[in-house]
């Protein structure tokens, strides 16, 4: 578990780097990302939606761990804020101009996979392993 304990002591910088990440994936022109025609059978952009906004939550969630707070409390912040960024992140697409558009369902991807970021920080915490 000294790989979880690093990520968490540096948890602030992780969820800035991973929010770059997720900017630097989601606003590129849709000229420069690959096409795969069995990714849109299976809808594989909605899994990578899902993964990126939940590690973002499970790192929000770590970040704001401080003394004297409830974890559902900082969790839940964890949980908002990485939905929120997801909006912003749609909104940002949709105005851009780069041949992309904002997707209430890549939004709901975004919302289910920081939902389960949250449900497995939960487990954890009630785990005791993330104290």
Do not use: C
């Amino acid at each position: 578990m000294h790989f979880l304990r690093f990520i968490k002591r540096h948890a602030g910088r992780w969820a800035g780097l991973w929010a770059v990440l997720i900017l630097v994936l989601t606003l590129m022109p849709v000229s420069e990302v690959p096409r795969w025609t069995w990714a849109d059978v299976i809808y594989l952009d909605k899994f990578v939606h899902a993964f990126l906004f939940g590690v973002q939550g499970v790192l929000l969630g770590m970040a704001w761990t401080k003394p004297g707070t409830s974890a559902r409390n900082r969790y839940a912040w964890a949980l908002g804020a990485a939905v929120a960024f997801g909006g912003a992140v749609e909104l940002v697409q949709q105005g851009m101009g780069q041949g992309r558009h904002g997707d209430v369902l890549d939004l709901l991807a975004d919302a289910a996979g920081a939902l389960a970021g949250y449900a497995w920080l939960h487990w954890r915490l009630r785990r005791g392993a993330m104290a």
